[in-house]
């Protein structure tokens, strides 16, 4: 299985970012796909994740602000983040589980950095 993952960059406070997602797994494999990020000095977090079914998840710290969503028949996973500030800046990993064994799998990383 694999992640590519796309959308990063360099972005101002108050500005936008877009991530994608593709997975390269059976679309009938998945059970969830998502987002984690990593911020310089810090643990791997979550960030939002959405089920096969489209049952969402979010971190409390980034509710209303980042909206997590998937299609399915591209095997696509977004995040759509809004109003950022330099609290988001961090890699951002998109992760897939899928229902059978190796359950696990994580994307390259992709970074979000935003400037005040």
């Known amino acids: 299985v694999q992640l590519v993952e796309s959308g990063g960059g360099l972005v101002q406070a108050g500005g936008s970012l877009r991530l994608s997602c593709v997975a390269s797994?059976?679309?009938?494999?998945?059970?969830?796909m998502g987002w984690y990020r990593q911020a310089p000095g810090k643990q791997r977090e979550l960030v939002a994740t959405?089920?096969?079914?489209?049952?969402?998840n979010y971190a409390d710290s980034v509710k209303g602000r980042l909206t997590i969503s998937g299609d399915n028949a591209k095997n696509t996973v977004y995040l759509q983040m809004n109003s950022l500030n330099p609290e988001h800046t961090a890699v951002y990993y998109c992760?897939?589980?899928?229902?059978?064994?190796?359950?696990?799998?994580w994307g390259q990383g992709t970074q979000v950095t935003v400037s005040s």
């Open positions: 992760y897939i589980g899928l229902w059978v064994s190796p359950n696990d799998y």
């Open positions: 797994a059976n679309i009938l494999s998945i059970n969830v």
């Open positions: 959405i089920t096969s079914t489209g049952t969402t």
